[in-house]
């Protein structure tokens, strides 16, 4: 390793960051040969720091730097390199040895770079790096995530308008990446304060994203072995939690950054205007409103998958204490609030949070019992239907075929379907796994209800 | 709070929220659906906001989970019926299309059970039929189960209400849409006994539409329509017609004759006595069923029963479907022939022959009839122009074919028998097209006492040169002209065609072929004046030239011979050389038909010293001067005034009295032939038309 390291001292930074790509190829790929899991050893982390995100090993060195030129060189040669490399799992472990946070000083000029990686991934649409980046965005703490999405987002919904598109376009591209992109921005996201309320055009192309195939929030879950150890701090396995604080505090944290000289004459309305520079008058209310729609919709699919891996019961995607994080949010919302001044919008948060915690109970997506949430819930104002979640049900007679709060029909497959189309539609999951090049609606399941899906069955002529 | 007032407050606050935020009503429902699965309306609600929406894949998917979850439910009922009654309609709008739509996104085996179950509350019968053909025509399997039942349901209702006439919506149903599903279906296992018992109820019914007339009982009854009645076939299906209790567009049926062929096609392949099912051209049925005739005794009852059926459906092919613009084609005997001098002979000698016999009044053993029956019409040819009828040989093909059929079903005593009980059942005798044939097909054997009776009974369906034709193939020639003259009584003369060539294509065939002696004509003015004038022609012909002299027949071969001059020249030299013999010869018609410059120039000729000096007398006043000397009729100066106006002659015309001087004569005839010479423009055929018009009672009474 030492030597490698002289003779690429002398070279000139440019050409030392290639030589290094490629030892690392050759490295890696001869390894993956003996390996299934390949060690990233310290030299080469090393030998990657030193060269390609120029921190010096030691003080006597002088750090080269390369100008802006060469940089964006090295961007495209990285570019090139990983479309060309065709085995994933030499891109993987050589993606990982570049841009895995070290947590030392070297992860700033990591994440620049990552960021720009992926920003011109981003740009020519180039699936291999977007592929390589969701596994990185599933790997790496959430704080290294939001990071990256937040460069994302600056470089395509805040600093030139209608590039937003570009990004957009990637969902067909890699559902994958995109899937941890919501993630990752409705982490940054989060509403606590006027800076984290999402951009219009990241909110618009977010919702869109979801609306037009709900499946979409699902795709990281439903490719994830269950029994795999998450890292620590990681992000989670779906958007979920991060789409449900979006539609339940929306309307109350739009309503408390809204100016109050322009919330007079417009009492009963919901705020329509963004603080944002961007979408001063662009309605985001419909945005949330078809968001949570779509938010119950794949809780209600998720319901299926959980049967179907015989997990219902067992795995809760929404965990009890973030919900009750959330709720806690809510509940320091509403007091920030003058509450006679949002009374609308407290009743749709409510409605909201009402319906999503019913729903993912249903859906065997939320763990916990209905006197949970009563204490839970209890610092909320009142709310008929938030009354009635937490009340559960009034209990069916006795004779009725339905188990009370299961609804056994919409998400399973009833018996007697015609088997072959929905069977052939699970039989393409494993690939998820082995090579996630999805279409934009076909290698899911389909047996669950979706506005706009057809049935796993076609009708016979 | 009840479990029925939270979900009616679920169910309010979606629809408060549905026109302003339907996402929010959705959310709302699906979280209320979690909370109580079993409550309809929840549900129902949902559906609506997707079917409003025409939103088809979500409608159906809900649609679907609550006929499989609430399949009792009236409202379930409600939106089932709309849909099926969809389905039915041949209804085109948006929303129609959409519940068509809806339909096919739910699983094959929900709309057979939605169907099935719909059928079940149907009360009226042709409804439930219609529901359950839905049913069968989707899945093929469900054939097996309810096909035949539905047919035996079908026919029943037909009895019930007591129906008349084979035409009727429950047979349409069971003939149309019913019976290609069962015996189209390999499933299906089906007895010989039934498939003969369908076989019988498509033919009643798609003979019955063919043969329905506007009247609707009997074609034979109806009122005269023109030439569109004459057509055999029924091509009156171009008319409106109704079914009771179908809507007009289901009334129709396309190429009926086609489908009947199809259902005996797929009938003959199930009992395995028409070997290909693919074959199924008439002449290969008529192959097949001869056949069968060899083993005719050691057949079982049903083939005996069968066998007529499809010979009968072959007669049909004697006459081709003709489009509905076009007229109907009637056979007649070819008398193209009649220019020639030939002719003139072989046509005497026969029919004298034949005259010999009549007189003899032995009429059984009699004339030509016996002959062409013993020759079974072999050597007899029929002459179609190729451009009037493109499909000429696939016509005549068809025509032999139905012959062969024929003679096929009465060569067997059995098959006779089984035929006759068929034809009285489907009450035969009414059918226009069957008469025409058998009528053309006696025709063709030669036997004209027949075929005139049959004519007769035809009436006024038939077209009168028909019977004039074969009055004229009897040696009948006054009753041949007289009808003949009717015929053209009822036409308008047309403009002459410039070029002829259908005439000589007819011609040069009629050289080649031997016993040329019958052809095919389409029933227009066009091509029956020609032969109107033919036959007249051919009547006039034989009495001109006998022994006796016969003026007037003369005169009136000379006029007819300018018809598609200069066919007949050298009939006309004749005539001339006739003529010439007599030394003298009397036509007080002359100067209002001959109007062609070659015979003017003729007989002008025909007076002066070098033409023989021949005494013609061609004015009307001559000749009535000199048979008819009466000094007492008649005024002086009215010269040749009415000569050249049409239509006023009459045998006891006024004329001059003093004339009669030779000089004064020759004057007048100088001076006619000057006039005439300037009329040879006129048209012809309207002049010949005229004469034929105008002279009818002379033209009658110079016949035996």
Known sequence: ?461 | MSAQGDCEFLVKRARELVTDDPWAAKAWLITARTLYPADFNIQYEMYTIERNAERTASAGRLLYDMFVNFPDQPAVWREITVITAALRSDCQDKHAQFLRGLFETLPGRVQCEMLLKATEQCFNTLEKAEMLLLLLRRFPESVVQHGVSLGETLLDAESIEDLESPVNCFRKLFVCDVLPLIINNPDMRLPASLLYKYMHKAAEFYIGYVTRGPSADSALQGTQEGVGLKSPGGLRGSQRYVIDGLTEKSSLVSEPWERLLDILAIVGARCEWQGDKGSRSYVEILQRMKELCHYLPSLEGGDTFLLPQPALFSLRSSRPTTPPEQCPWIMLEDLASVYSEAELERGSNKHAHKKRKLADGREKTMSSDDEDVSGKGRGRHILVSKAEMPGWADMLDSFRTARESWDLLHSHEALETEFNRICASWKTDSWLWLRIFLTDMIIYQGQYRKALSSLHQLASFQPPQQLASCHYALGEYRLACEKVLEVVGGLVPQAPSPGKTSEEVTRTRTKFGKGADLRLLPCTSKTIMPFCLQLLLACFKLRAFTENRDDLALGHVIVLLQHDWPQGEALFLKTVDKICQQGSFQYENFFNYVTNIDMLEEFAYLRTTEGGKVQLELLPNQGILIKNPSPALGLVSQEFNTLLLPGVQSADRHHTVTRGITKGVKEDFRLAMERQVSRCGENLLTVLHRFCINEKIILVQSLP
């Not at chain 1, 505090?249 to 004459?265: E, H, M, Q, V």
């Not at chain 1, 819930?377 to 299961?406: A, D, E, I, K, T």
């Open chain 1, 1 to 461: 390793m030492s030597d490698i390291r002289h003779s690429l001292l002398r070279r000139d930074a440019l050409s030392a960051a290639k030589e290094v790509l490629y030892h690392l190829d050759i490295y890696f790929s001869s390894q993956l040969q003996n390996t299934a899991v390949p060690v990233v050893d310290k030299g080469t982390i090393e030998l990657v720091e030193e060269f390609i995100f120029h921190v010096p090993k030691d003080r006597n060195v002088q750090p080269k730097r390369m100008n802006s030129l060469q940089e964006l060189q090295l961007l495209e040669i990285m570019c090139s390199y990983f479309q060309e490399q065709s085995k994933d799992a030499v891109r993987q472990i050589i993606f990982s040895a570049l841009f895995s946070p070290q947590g030392n000083k070297a992860d700033d000029n990591r994440m620049a770079m990552l960021g720009k990686l992926v920003s011109m991934a981003v740009a020519v649409c180039r699936v291999p790096i977007l592929e390589c980046a969701a596994s990185w965005l599933q790997r790496s703490h959430a704080i290294y995530c939001v990071r990256l999405a937040k460069v994302l987002v600056d470089d395509y919904c805040s600093l030139v308008p209608g590039s937003v598109q570009t990004l957009q376009q990637i969902f067909s591209a890699s559902p994958r990446f995109c899937c941890q992109f919501i993630t990752a921005v409705t982490a940054l996201y989060d509403l606590s304060s006027e800076d984290l309320i999402p951009p219009f055009d990241l909110l618009e192309m977010v919702v869109t994203w979801i609306f037009d195939d709900p499946r979409l929030t699902l795709i990281t879950f439903l490719n994830t072995p269950i029994s795999a150890n998450l890292p620590l701090g990681c992000l989670d396995l779906t958007p979920l939690l991060g789409l449900v604080r979006w539609c339940v505090k929306s309307p109350l944290a739009y309503k408390r950054n809204i100016k109050p000289s322009l919330s007079n004459g417009h009492m009963g309305k919901l705020p329509r205007e963004m603080p944002d520079s961007e979408g001063g008058d662009r309605d985001s209310k419909p945005l949330y409103s078809k968001l949570h729609l779509s938010v119950l919709q794949v809780l209600m699919m998720l319901q299926a998958h959980l049967t179907e891996k015989n997990l219902f019961g067992r795995l809760g995607l929404l965990l009890f204490e973030n919900v009750a994080q959330l709720v806690e949010e809510l509940a320091r919302l509403v007091s920030e609030l003058n509450p006679l001044n949002a009374t609308k919008e407290t009743e749709l948060s409510l409605d909201r949070l009402a319906q999503a915690l019913q729903v993912a109970m249903a859906a065997g997506a939320l763990l916990c019992a209905r006197e949970d949430l009563r204490s839970l819930c209890s610092r909320l104002p009142h709310n008929n239907l938030l009354q009635l979640v937490m009340s559960g049900p009034v209990q069916q007679p006795p004779h009725s075929p339905y188990q009370p709060g299961f609804y056994p029909h919409i998400h399973t497959p009833p018996l007697g379907y015609p088997p072959r189309p929905a069977s052939a539609a699970h039989s393409t999951l494993p690939t998820h796994t082995a090579h996630p090049a999805h279409n934009t609606h076909s290698p899911h399941p389909t047996q669950t209800f979706l506005p706009g899906m057809n049935f796993p069955y076609r009708p016979i002529r």
